[in-house]
């Protein structure tokens, strides 16, 4: 998986939708959909992102580490 499959697994997975993570994160909606579409977002903001839900930036960007975040195993 990459970066923007990962991080539609765990909204999927969280139930998190576009407007409720732009909202919780502080940054618009277009800048969710730009990451849903293949624009990496800045290192701080990846770091956000992580915390948000609740695993590494590392599980964000790495294919193995990725699979263990969203499967939660």
Known sequence: MNFPE?????????G???YRLAKDL?????????WLNGSS??????DKIAAY???????LKEKSAKDRAV???
């Open 26 to 34: 502080g940054v618009s909606q277009s800048s969710v959909a730009n």
């Open 41 to 46: 977002p800045h290192p701080f903001m990846l």
């Open 6 to 14: 990962t991080l539609q697994k765990m909204m999927e997975t969280k």
């Open 53 to 59: 839900f609740g695993c590494s930036a590392i599980a």
């Open 16 to 18: 998190v939708t576009k």
């Open 71 to 73: 499967t939660g195993g």
